[in-house]
């Protein structure tokens, strides 16, 4: 395979970033890794390489310091740059509203500084349908009006106003938004995957805890909301179907200046119960439950209208529930404890 370009791709130890890398190289490019580990392990990379049989450059540093990246534009032919870096987690960002805008917000101006002075201008950003709130109207199109509840969906707002305004202000610059729904499942080898730290945030590696035993049960926030069962209704996405949008979002853009914006999402809403019911019958596992106070601030459903990546950048998730769930428990099963059982051999 011919090599095409080298992507920066910082955060790409984490998540969503180690999937993308992954798809990077089995596509060809040549992804450079700029992460600080604050939420992530060096064992992904390390995967990622003997999934690839590639060699992942990686540079230990924090984003928030131009001066650390500047090394890394004159060590590597960098053309285009996907910024995942940044801290995710919506309860913890309205306790330290401060370092949520200083990491992402400072993380972004930073990136943004060294590019234009290396003449880099092909930016991919990871965006959130937290931008929505409370949307009138589902499917969510790109063009339903934005507001933010948190200081995390403020980070992601005013970055995309920042990165509006960048792209106009010369006329080189290709910048994309994705707005990814919800993130779910794990790479079928089943050697990369979500590792999140402490108790998980987001619904499925609850479940899959639950289901490897590190917790009794699933707590469900809300059964009274409107929607089919009465919990809350999500658009889940395999997080390899996320990862090729990133690759799909890159190639669109090369041809196209300017500030785009996608939903990345499958366009079907899930339950709770339904994602549940779609683990059991594809793991043969039993989650027990409980049903406890919807948490304050939570919308009864959010689910994409993905039209627009379908249409321009000839993207759309082809993994079903089954798939994530299939996938989900695929890693944790293997990996009980995350990355932190490789760190223990
Ligand atoms: N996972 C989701 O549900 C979701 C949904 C929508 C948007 N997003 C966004 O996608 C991106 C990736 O999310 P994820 O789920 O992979 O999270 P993650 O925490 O697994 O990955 C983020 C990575 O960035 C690194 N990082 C954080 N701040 C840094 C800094 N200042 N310098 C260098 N590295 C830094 C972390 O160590 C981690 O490896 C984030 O921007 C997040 O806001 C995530």
Request: net charge negative; proline share 6%; hydrophobic share 35%.
């Amino acid at each position: 395979m011919t090599k095409k370009e080298s992507i920066l791709v910082t955060g790409g130890a984490g998540y969503i970033g180690s999937h993308t890398v992954l798809e990077l190289a089995q596509q060809g490019y040549n992804p450079i890794v700029v992460d600080n580990l604050s939420n992530s392990s060096l064992e992904s990379i390390r995967r990622i390489e003997e999934l690839t049989d590639a060699t992942i450059p990686f540079y230990e540093l924090d984003v928030v310091h131009p001066e650390s990246l500047h090394p890394i534009f004159y060590e590597q032919p960098i053309e285009g740059v996907i910024h995942f870096a940044a801290f995710k987690a919506v309860g913890e960002s309205v306790e330290k509203p401060l370092a949520y805008y200083q990491n992402n917000l400072e993380g972004l101006f930073s990136l943004l500084q060294v590019m234009d002075q290396h003449d880099v201008s092909q930016f991919v950003f990871s965006s959130s349908c937290t931008v929505y709130g409370d949307a009138e109207v589902v499917p969510i199109p790109e063009t339903a009006p934005v507001s933010a509840v948190n200081p995390y969906g403020q980070t992601k707002l005013m970055s995309e106003i920042i990165l509006r305004d960048v792209a106009q202000s010369r006329s080189g610059w290709s910048i994309t938004n994705l707005r990814y729904f919800n993130p779910v499942g794990a790479h079928p080898s089943g050697r990369i995957g979500e590792d999140p730290s402490g108790i998980p945030n987001n619904l499925m590696p609850y479940i899959t805890q639950v289901a490897v035993g590190t917790r009794p049960f699933l707590r469900v926030f809300g059964d009274t909301y409107p929607t089919h069962d009465g919990t809350g209704v999500r658009d889940y996405i395999h997080v390899v179907d996320l990862a090729k949008g990133h690759v799909a979002a890159l190639e669109y853009q090369k041809a196209k200046p300017g500030v785009h914006t996608f939903n990345l999402g499958t366009g079907k809403g899930s339950s709770v119960l339904d994602v549940v019911k779609a683990f059991e019958r594809a793991t043969g596992k039993s989650i027990p439950y409980e049903i406890v106070e919807a948490r304050p601030g939570d919308v009864a459903e959010a689910y994409a209208d993905t039209s627009k990546a379908s249409t321009i950048l000839h993207w759309s998730a082809e993994f079903g529930l089954d798939e994530m769930c299939r996938d989900a428990w695929n890693w944790q099963s293997k990996n009980p404890h995350g990355y932190e059982d490789a760190r223990s051999v």
